[in-house]
C-alpha cells in the first residue's frame, strides 16, 4: 500500500539545497564585496600615498621657483605667487630677513580629492655661502708681535710666526712653512706645519715659556719627505712645552716637556687654500649702493659723512688710499676699494656710534708696488692693502671683515675688534685684540653661488 512520504523526503532535500545555494550566494557576494571594497581602499590609500609624496615635490618645487627669481633679480624680494604642475600646485611667499638671507614658504598639494588630497609645507631659510671661517687667513704668512690676542683658528698657506706674550687660542696651521712660537707665546689648540725654516731645520719652535696646548705634526708636502732621507729637517724644537702628541718626520730637541713623541712618520702637509672670491654686485645690497669714479671724490665725501656711517660705498680709481680714520660705524657698512688702499693711519682711527647689531666689511683690491714695505711698524698708506695704525675699534657688537686678496694687511697699536681678516698677508704688532665672529662667515658678495641652504624645515 502507499503511503505517498517518499515525494516529501524529495521535497526536504531539495528545500537543503535551495538554503545552501542561498548561503554560498551570499557567502560568494560577501567575499566579493570585501574584495572590491579591499581593493577600492588599497587604491585609495595608495593614491593618497602618492599625492603624500607629490605635495612635498610640488612644495620644492615652489622652493626652487623662488631661488630662481631671487638670483634673476638680484636679490628683489617677490611678491607671493602660485605655479601649477599636471599633478599639482604650489604657493609661495619670500620673506627678506636683512644680510641677503630669505626665508621661503612653500606649500605644495597634490589630488583633488578630499579622501586622497594632499598638503605639505616647508619652510626654507637661504643666505650667502659659508665662507669665512678662521679670525686670521694668509696667502703667504701671518706674523704677530707684542702682546697681541687672537680668539679663534689662523690659517696660512705660507708660514707663521707668533711672537712674545701673543696668544692664540684655537689651531694653527702653516700649510706650506713652519711655525714659531716666542718667548711666553700660547697656542690653545694643535699646530700643524708642512714645511720648515731652511735657517734652522725646524717645522715647530717653542721658545722659553712658550706652549702649545693641543697636539703638534710637523708634516712634509714632499709625498714620503723624499727630500729629507737622512731625517736632519722636520725638527720639532721645544724648549716650552706641547701638551698632546707631537708626531715628526725628524727628530725632537731642546728638552722642553711634551706629550707622546712619533718620530720617523711623514705625514702629508694640509692642501693650501684659495682665499674666498668676491663679486661685486649692485643688486644685492638694500640700499642700494653709493658708486664714486675717484678716491679723492669718495674721501671728500666721507669728510662730512664719516659719523655714523652705514650702507655700501664702490670706490674706483688709484689717485689715493681711502681715509677712514675718525670714522665711526653706526649701521652695516660695506667700502670696496676697487684698486685703492684702505687705511686708518691718524691717532683717532675708527671706531662705533652705537650697541646695534652692525657689520663693517672693508675690501681692498689694491696690490702694493715692488719694493713695498708693509711692515708691523705701520709702513705708509700705499705699502699696504689694508693699513691700521693706532686704535681700530669698531668693537661694540660690530663685526668686522678685513678682505684684501691681492695685498698685505698690517696692524700697529691698539686694534680691537671681532670678526676675521682674509689677506695675502698680515702682519700685527702691539696689542691686537681679534675675536673671532660668526656674523662675517656669511657675507654679501662671497662664495662661488649667489645663496645656499641655511635651513630646510618640514612644518605640520
Known sequence: MTTGRRPAARATERGFAMITAIMVIAMSAALA?????????????SQRGRNWELAIQH????????????QATGGATPPPFTGTTAEGSYSVNVTYLGRNRYRID????SGTHGSVRSERSVEVTMGPPKSFRYALFSLTDIDTKNNDYVEGDIWANGSVRIDQNDEI????NAATGWVMLD????????????????????????????????????????????????????????????????????ITTGGGSTGEITAGVC???????????????PANYSPAPVEFATVSAFNTWLETHK???????????????????????????TIIALEAAIDAFGGVGVSDANDDDKLLVLVSYYQPPAGSACTNNGGNPLDCAIGIKNNFQPDNNTATLLYAPNGPVAFKNNAEFDGAVYANDIVLKNNMNLVYDERIDQIVGFGPVTLETESWVEVT
Open 59 to 70: 612644495a620644492e618645487a615652489g622652493v626652487q621657483q623662488a631661488v630662481a627669481q631671487l
Open 106 to 109: 612653500s606649500e605644495g598639494a
Open 169 to 172: 687660542t684655537g689651531s694653527v
Open 183 to 250: 718667548n711666553n707665546s700660547v697656542v690653545g689648540g694643535d699646530v700643524v706645519a708642512g714645511g720648515y725654516d731652511p735657517a734652522n731645520d725646524r717645522s715647530i719652535d717653542v721658545s722659553t715659556g712658550a706652549g702649545i696646548g693641543g697636539k703638534a705634526t710637523a708634516a712634509s708636502t714632499v709625498p714620503g719627505c723624499a727630500d729629507d732621507p737622512s731625517r736632519l729637517h722636520y725638527q720639532v724644537n721645544v724648549v716650552g712645552s706641547i701638551g698632546g702628541a707631537t708626531k715628526l718626520w725628524g
Open 307 to 333: 659719523t655714523n656711517m652705514s650702507g655700501t660705498y664702490y670706490v674706483a680709481g688709484s689717485d689715493a688710499a681711502v681715509d677712514l680714520n675718525g670714522a665711526t660705524i653706526a649701521g652695516d657698512t
Open 33 to 45: 564585496l570585501v574584495v572590491l571594497t579591499t581593493g577600492t581602499h588599497a587604491d585609495r590609500s
Open 267 to 281: 705625514l702629508p702637509a694640509p692642501a693650501t687654500k684659495a682665499i674666498p672670491t668676491f663679486s661685486y654686485n
